[in-house]
């Protein structure tokens, strides 16, 4: 999750370097049909990328490079807007919201620390990256509809593998591919009803004493991403949200306040913010009942029992899972526990948690772990015992081993061939204008960069 993390704080850091460059200079340095490049948006991108080089120097050329990516962002508008690409404001509006929220719970869900960090409250980061935001899933969807119909052939994969040379096929660290059997703590009637009546409690002091939903959600909320932000999930399309939220969130009028509500996640109190066709921005307080320690222990015994089964061979790890395990993702995947940083089913070493990695070391291909208590993204206490499928050795990159990596490299190298070699065709159809007055003495340099070439021969562009 680090890489993840980290991608979405630079996405936010350049924004604030775009707004402290433009506060500086402001020049219009390229025009692409309707949309125009400044000098301050390719200074922003090479502070971006100075701070990703970590000290290394970026290259000779970096500014054009950078420059020449900023066009090309700007055709892809340009061609958008001819084609009648467009996105919604509920779908900028959910990724706005989901990045912003990614970042406060990489804060610990405090609004004063990302407002001392970005100098802009998380809701002014949302209005001020909502043009740029637009822009880039406009981008992205253009550039789907441009390679929905690449594919790749295995004579292809051969030869891109076979062009590699030998002395540089990456290296493959040590693999695991591995199952799971998971069990969740029941929650026992006592603590079921407590979460109940505190849940019910709080709906009263909103009706009957007027007390705020935002002041109580940050106080009182189990789901503390939402919390710091006074309970508010933003805006959502249907299909969401869990079915029992939903029904009675679609049931409410603007600001009016729900009973409570049951989930597989807990408690829910809801108000509703707005509703537009099959989009709602609600609030929720969310009341977890809590797993006491007899519920965690009868849910190990239980998993323990299933494990003895397998290993007695009484059944098999599969049919553990099919009818046993409680992890509906990993079970729809034949137990497989996907990487969430490659969205494969395999992990070296050093990306496993802890608790999984120390329980398989040592063990051999087909050996079943004891069991493990682990906790979810969510703040879940659950129980898993996990299969070591296949384990790979340090090796070199090979077809019969690696064919699945190397199918999607020489795919994703496939598209971009293909998306330059598009964006290339695209010119001549398009008004581009390079403002040679604004790029300054530096303009022989700029004319030298071959990747700038196609754009200064572009037959609108000024000598």
């Known amino acids: 999750m680090k890489k993840i993390w980290i991608s979405v704080l630079l996405w936010a850091l350049c924004t604030v370097l775009v707004l402290a460059q433009r506060q500086q200079v402001d020049k219009v340095i390229g025009v692409v049909g309707n949309y125009i490049i400044l000098q301050s948006d390719v200074e922003a991108q090479l502070k971006l990328l100075e701070g990703q080089s970590q000290g290394a120097p970026l290259p000779d050329d970096a500014r054009w490079l950078v420059f020449d990516q900023l066009l090309a962002n700007a055709l892809m508008l340009a061609e958008a807007e001819q084609d009648s690409v467009v996105v919604g404001d509920i779908e900028v509006q959910a990724q706005l919201d989901t990045r912003v ?89 006592i603590e079921d009803a407590k979460a109940r009546r505190m849940a019910r409690n709080l709906v009263l002091q909103m009706v009957e004493d007027s007390v705020d939903f935002a002041i109580l959600a940050r106080k009182y909320s189990d789901d503390r991403a939402s919390a710091a932000l006074g309970g508010d999930l933003g805006v959502q399309p249907r299909g969401t949200l869990v079915p029992e939220f939903e029904a009675a969130a679609y049931q409410l009028k603007p600001n009016e306040i729900s009973e409570v509500v049951k989930s597989e996640f807990g408690y829910h109190i809801i108000q509703l913010i707005n509703r537009l066709g099959n989009t709602i921005n609600t609030r929720h307080i969310l009341i977890r009942p809590d797993i006491t320690t007899e519920d965690r222990e009868a849910a190990y015994q ?127 159809d398009n008004y581009i204008e390079i403002k040679i007055e604004n790029l300054g003495a530096e303009i022989t340099e700029a004319r030298a960069c071959g990747a700038l070439k196609k754009w200064f021969d572009a037959n609108n562009v000024r000598p």
């Open 101 to 189: 929220n990614q970042i406060l719970a990489y804060m610990n869900n405090d609004p004063k620390k990302f407002k001392e960090f970005y100098n802009m409250s998380p809701m002014e980061m949302k209005d001020f990256m909502r043009d740029q935001m637009r822009d880039q899933l406009v981008q992205q969807r253009m550039q789907q509809q441009i390679m929905s119909s690449i594919t790749i052939t295995p004579k292809e994969v051969k030869t891109f593998f076979n062009d590699i040379p030998k002395d540089s096929l990456p290296y493959f660290n040590s693999e695991v591919e591995l199952a799971e059997i998971v069990v969740k703590p029941k929650i026992n009637p």
């Open 302 to 428: 239980y998993l323990d029992s299933i494990r003895n089964l397998i290993l007695n061979d009484s059944i098999s790890f599969p049919q553990g899972i099919a009818n046993y395990s409680e992890e509906d993702f990993s079970k729809t995947r034949a137990g497989r526990i996907m990487n969430p940083m490659s969205g494969e089913p395999y992990f070296e070493l050093g990306d496993l948690e802890p608790s999984v990695y120390f329980a398989i070391d040592g063990l051999n291909q087909g050996d079943i772990t004891k069991v493990i208590e682990y906790e979810t993204r969510t703040g879940d206490k659950q129980f898993r015992i996990v299969k070591l499928l296949t384990r790979t050795a340090p090796h070199a990159a090979n077809l019969t081993d690696d064919y699945s990596k190397i199918r999607t490299a020489a795919l994703e190298s496939k598209k971009g061939r293909y998306i330059i070699d598009w964006i290339d065709s695209k010119i001549a």
